[in-house]
């Protein structure tokens, strides 16, 4: 029992810091309600993006194309067949079905999610082989080429004109819905018998392949699972926005979930959704400052936002490179034991070691 609770505590308390933000989401309403749901959205995908990073220790810069990928399918499933046969007029041949089919959101944001599994599944080989800086150039070469695709392939994905039509569906509730299953599943991939080894090869790479583990097989277990969860993201952003184009999927987007992950701590879930809450609320009162919300109608020049922003994050860096939570998870404090043991300050049942075998 003591197990188990010590196993749920994580998971149950990012959850909840998530429900305390949709309560205050759902009850402004508004613009702070879409902020608000914007950052739930933004939780999903850096805690899909945890379960590799976090878990392998290489930094990957391609995972927005998977968010593509999710956003571009619920595009197609959702929207309304005589409309997508107006935006569509010259689908190719191979792909005239893409015209006919129509799913509700449940069902496309589950779909939505297995297509961008499926190109995980295809560039897997990628990450299985590389390591270093190696491959994270290489998720970033992924991110270029999908980018470039659904850019120059008209026919199909409109290029660089806007998708429209998309039924809006997702609410805060539904964001945190997905966020607490994400959540978990995140957690349970961490504590799995995958999870722990693909750590353990993060820790030391060497001793690791000498011990026998395939670190490639389950670096690219890793990559499929996440490339799911940040399709589902995917999902959520198109059918919260409506509309989308494919600008919001490349290089600014990328920049804005990493400086997410590392202010956190990239090599810890805990660290991802809470640097994706705190950068989220940072960059709101950033901008109310910029537009002179908060200085009595005196705005400030543009580009201030970005300017603060960028200086948080290297005195961040500066004073904790690995991110706020560290290799720590958020729990509860132990109580002092009776012989006047003092409170444990790191995750016990997560003995990682930081080593020269990080970001291998």
């Not at 956003?71 to 893409?98: D, E, G, M, S």
């Not at 990450?127 to 659904?150: D, E, K, M």
């Not at 750590?199 to 001793?207: I, L, V, Y």
Request: glycine share 10%.
């Amino acid at each position: 029992m003591r197990n188990k609770f010590d196993w749920l505590q994580t998971p149950a308390l990012l959850v909840g810091l998530c429900v305390l933000c949709a309560l205050v989401g759902a009850f402004s309403g508004g613009a702070l309600g879409r902020v608000v749901t914007m950052t739930l959205i933004s939780v999903v995908f850096v805690a899909g993006l945890s379960v590799f990073t976090g878990n392998s220790g290489v930094m990957s810069f391609g995972h927005v194309a998977f968010m593509a990928v999710g956003a571009y399918a619920t595009a197609y499933l959702t929207i309304p067949v005589p409309l997508k046969n107006t935006l569509f007029p010259h689908l190719p041949a191979p792909l005239a079905w893409l015209g006919e089919v129509h799913a509700p959101f449940p069902e496309a944001l589950v779909i939505s999610g297995l297509a961008a599994g499926l190109l995980g599944l295809l560039t897997s080989p990628i990450v299985a082989r590389l390591s270093g800086l190696q491959s994270g150039i290489a998720t970033l070469a992924v991110l270029v080429i999908v980018y470039n695709v659904l850019n120059s392939w008209t026919d199909v994905t409109r290029g660089s004109s806007s998708m429209i039509g998309i039924p809006k569906v997702t609410t805060v509730w539904t964001a945190l819905a997905v966020v607490a299953i994400t959540i978990v599943v995140a957690w349970a991939y961490r504590c799995s018998r995958s999870g722990l080894q693909l750590k353990a090869s993060r820790d030391d790479f060497w001793a690791a392949e000498a011990a026998g583990i395939s670190v490639g097989r389950h670096r690219a277990i890793a990559w499929v699972l996440s490339a799911v969860l940040c399709g589902i993201s995917g999902s959520l952003y198109a059918s919260f926005l409506a509309t989308f184009n494919v600008s919001g999927f490349f290089l600014s987007t990328t920049f804005a979930f990493v400086v997410m992950v590392v202010l956190g701590g990239y090599l810890s879930l805990s660290g991802a959704v809470i640097g994706a809450i705190g950068v989220s609320a940072l960059q709101e009162l950033l901008r109310r400052l910029q537009d002179g919300g908060l200085t009595g109608g005196v705005a400030l020049p543009a580009g201030t936002a970005d300017l603060l922003l960028a200086a948080v994050l290297l005195v961040i860096l500066i004073k904790a490179p690995y991110g706020v939570m560290n290799v720590r998870e958020l729990r509860l404090p132990r109580p002092r034991g009776k012989g006047g043991d003092k409170p444990r300050q790191a995750d016990q049942t997560d003995p990682v070691r930081l080593t020269s075998g990080a970001m291998q």
